[in-house]
């Protein structure tokens, strides 16, 4: 008898295109939804509600309730999930990484399919099976689902500030050493290594920064950098955890938000963090900075005024964020490079203060 292989969750619906926010209804009418919430990020109403109003009334969807979210707090999410209409058959967040968040746990609490509609690219956030919230006063990541639905609308992402396209860059940039350290912990024992993950969260990366462009709003970058960002929810799917997607770099801008009173984008803290590890891991950094210098990520960087002393405080944070990883931040002589590099390196010096 043939062995059957694991089982995953796909997405039912992925649409990254141009204009797909105007299709969201038959998008939903061909899942057989009927009756649908709709959670909307802080002013996201006014720019987006009636677009998807008439898109959803089009197909002859009802739309039971819909507000803007502006809480990931998770009292409130558990409190909005369980007064829910009865006959809900999905969630739909359209917004930000807050409401996507918020939405995503919702749904996953009440055993409900999730439509994720992200209008920033700044995080792989919309397409994860886990869900930052705020519990007990700390910023945690909790477990969810993977959404049923993603769909994105190239155009609405071209729309939004240009820093958090810069954002999704060095979110996605950072797979590369999040591998490197998950084949770490692997090679020290600590972890084992699931290789069509790792094929798919390669492929993601490799992909993207192979992308040519002239500008980072071009239809082919945006496209390829949301591909890229939803392909790597699918990895960690695949991984059952974010090991293929989050490493030490992650960890140092988990530590930041702890840290600092006002963190900037996660995918802004991810990205210099990444260059720092690539060069502690000796991997790919040359590639790192390339892709960084030419889409104007450190140009954008440079003018935030991150100060240095800040990320040595992370790096010591580092392994107690996570402490049941092994990262090369788990290892103090590699702290101890982090930090050295910190002060040394021409490139960091330039960009940080």
Not at 61 to 79: A, F, G, H
Not at 187 to 204: C, E, L, P, S, W
Not at 229 to 247: C, D, K, V, Y
Request: hydrophobic share 45%; with cysteine; net charge negative.
């Amino acid at each position: 008898m043939a062995a059957t292989g694991k089982s995953i969750a796909i997405p039912a619906i992925l649409k990254v295109g141009r204009g797909t926010l105007d299709q969201i209804g038959s998008y939903l009418r061909e899942e057989n939804f009927k009756n649908v919430v709709i959670y909307f990020g802080n002013g996201l109403i006014e720019l987006f509600g009636m677009k998807v109003m008439d898109s959803l009334k089009e197909a002859d969807i009802e739309v039971l309730e819909y507000r803007e979210i502006d809480t990931v707090c998770i009292d409130d999410i558990v409190e909005m999930a369980f007064t829910l209409p009865g006959k809900v058959q999905t969630i739909i967040s359209i917004g930000g990484g807050k409401v996507i968040d918020a939405g995503k746990y919702a749904a996953f609490l009440r055993g409900l399919p999730f439509i994720s509609v992200p209008t920033s690219s700044s995080s792989d956030g919309f397409s994860s099976a886990s869900a930052s919230l705020i519990v007990e006063g700390r910023r945690t990541s909790v477990p969810a689902r993977l959404a049923h639905g993603i769909i994105v609308d190239t155009e609405v992402i071209r729309t939004a500030p240009e820093r958090f396209i810069y954002s999704g860059i060095g979110d996605m940039v950072s797979k590369i050493t999040a591998l490197y350290d998950w084949l770490f912990e692997a090679r020290a024992g600590y972890a084992q290594m699931n290789d069509f993950a790792v094929m798919i969260a390669k492929k993601a990366v490799n992909s993207f920064v192979r992308t040519p462009f002239q500008n980072i709003q071009e239809e082919l970058f945006l496209k390829e950098l949301l591909d890229s960002l939803a392909m790597s929810g699918i990895a960690n799917e695949i991984a059952g955890s974010s090991a293929p997607t989050s490493g030490s770099e992650h960890l140092i801008s988990h530590a930041l938000d702890k840290l600092l009173e006002t963190p900037q984008l996660h995918g802004i803290q991810v990205g210099v963090a990444t260059y720092l590890m690539a060069r502690v891991q000796d991997h790919r950094y040359v590639r790192v900075n390339t892709i960084f210098t030419d889409t104007g990520f450190w140009k954008y960087v440079k003018t935030l005024g991150m100060k240095k002393v800040d990320f040595s405080r992370a790096i010591d944070m580092a392994p107690s964020i996570k402490p049941h990883r092994h990262t090369y931040l788990h290892e103090e002589f590699y702290r101890e490079m982090a930090k050295r590099l910190l002060e040394e390196d021409a490139l960091l010096n330039r960009i940080l203060v």
